[in-house]
């Protein structure tokens, strides 16, 4: 069954450099959301979209943007990047019909900033 | 707000025995989804169990079931027979039903070493 993906697995870039995360729900999935993952800390709520429009908003900084695309996929662009914001970036998605609640995630972007 | 504390930041337990985690929520909704993921060293995260809080049967899959108390807001995980493919990092998680989108809300995280 096809999964969420991300890209890139793995991005090293400069502070104040610019960084582009990207994902691709499962088929038919209407929702995306972003979650940031800082070393042995729990997943925290970035940003979710839900029929390409913005639903739900978490702790995401204003140096990062994000949308979703007529495709689905959606990205996450951080701009001015600092050393905090290295961590493990998960996209998850799910269709609103669903009466499961659940959350498919992907691998995860690992973001580092040096 | 709601919010998830998982009291137990580490638990170990002997490879063929059973574990329990701990998960307490705060929520004044009564219509909402429990959740244990588990995130190996790939850090991949991975359903392990979903509750609904509708149901009063606890949820059970294969060697992982669950003890939901609902007046208590308490949502624990036991894993029976355990197994070192079983050690990893689990959180709890709680999310509404009724929204635009899902979003969850994770507890700390418990980590979970299995000894062989």
């Known amino acids: 069954a096809a999964g969420v993906i991300q890209s890139p697995r793995h991005l090293i870039k400069e502070k104040r450099e610019t960084a582009t995360l990207k994902c691709y729900p499962i088929p038919r999935h209407d929702t995306v959301y972003w979650y940031q993952q800082g070393p042995g800390q729990d997943p925290q709520f970035l940003i979710s979209?839900?029929?390409?429009?913005?639903?739900d908003k978490g702790s995401i900084p204003d140096r990062f943007s994000a949308q979703q695309f007529s495709d689905y996929h959606s990205e996450l662009n951080m701009s001015s990047l600092e050393l905090g914001d290295s961590a493990l970036y998960f996209c998850?998605?799910?269709?609103?019909?669903?009466?499961?609640?659940?959350?498919?995630f992907g691998e995860g972007s690992r973001l580092t900033v040096l | 707000a709601q919010t998830v504390t998982q009291s137990q930041p580490e638990m170990s337990v002997q490879e063929a025995e059973t574990v329990t985690l701990s998960c307490t929520y705060d929520?004044?909704?009564?219509?909402?989804?429990l959740f244990w993921y588990k995130q190996p060293p790939s850090r991949q995260m991975i359903l392990v169990i979903r509750q609904e809080a509708y149901k009063q049967q606890n949820a059970t899959e294969n060697r992982f079931s669950v003890n939901f108390q609902k007046a208590a807001k308490s949502f624990s995980l036991k894993i029976s027979d355990s197994q070192l493919g079983d050690a990893a990092m689990y959180f709890c998680a709680y999310t509404l039903f009724n929204n635009a989108g899902n979003m969850l809300t994770f507890g700390g995280g418990t980590r979970l070493m299995v000894k062989p």
């Open positions: 979209f839900y029929e390409k429009m913005q639903s």
């Open positions: 929520t004044s909704e009564s219509d909402y989804y």
């Open positions: 998850a998605s799910s269709h609103l019909g669903q009466e499961t609640g659940e959350l498919f």
